[in-house]
């Protein structure tokens, strides 16, 4: 998604650019159509600057912020952890499924930057944590606990739960997992992973 709007952001000012080239070309540099082309122009890249391009920057940080994550996930396949990453329920995406003996457990990241106060967590972030966890536990048909990790933020209480859903810092994410009592075996780990890749495609 962030590639294909850099994309067309970039197609957009090439094509500002050469329609104000081309209008200079056919009728001169110096008369009132190649100024209001000009002007035109300028004014398109403003606005490509002030609407396009933060939401371009906010998708690249997102985007980095899950891959940060999903690093750290990867890292835990040794230990049994197996992922299903960027799932999609049809009505939006779970960033990823974690399943592994200590349960089944969505993860919603988000790149926030800075000094977090978790008194202050934006409420639709817990209520989407929490859908997802939700719709995922209606096809797995086991309980899911929903995760909301921050993978830039520092967070003034690392780890809290607020309204059904665990809130903490991607730094957190490996021991909070390890420390999860077993709730599945070994089998039933492989079979729910299986079952729950198939069903999301």
């Known amino acids: 998604m962030t590639r294909r709007l850099a994309a067309r ?3 957009a000012i090439l094509t500002l650019v050469t329609i104000g080239a081309m209008v200079g070309l ?3 540099f110096d008369g009132l159509p ?3 082309a000009e002007i035109a122009a ?3 890249l403003f606005a490509l600057d002030r609407l396009a391009l933060p939401i371009v920057d906010r998708w690249d940080r997102g985007a980095d912020g899950e891959e940060h994550v999903g690093a750290v996930l990867d890292d835990l396949r040794p230990a049994g952890w197996m992922a299903i990453h960027d799932a999609n329920l049809g009505r939006g995406n779970v960033d990823y499924i974690l399943i592994g003996t200590g349960g089944i457990l969505t993860v919603e990241t988000k790149s926030h930057p800075g000094r977090i106060s978790v008194a202050r967590i934006d409420q639709r972030w817990l209520r989407q944590a929490y859908a997802e966890a939700k719709a ?4 797995a048909d086991h309980e899911v606990t929903p995760l909301l990790v921050f993978s830039r933020a520092y967070l003034v209480r690392p780890v809290s739960r607020q309204r059904g859903v665990t809130v903490l810092p991607a730094r957190m994410l490996a021991g909070h997992l390890e420390r999860r009592a077993a709730q599945l075996s070994g089998r039933e780990v492989a079979s729910i ?3 729950l890749s198939a069903a999301l495609g």
């Open 9 to 11: 952001v970039l197609a």
């Open 26 to 28: 056919v009728l001169g």
């Open 34 to 36: 190649f100024a209001v």
């Open 42 to 44: 300028i004014a398109g």
């Open 136 to 139: 995922v536990e209606r096809l």
């Open 193 to 195: 992973h299986g079952r």
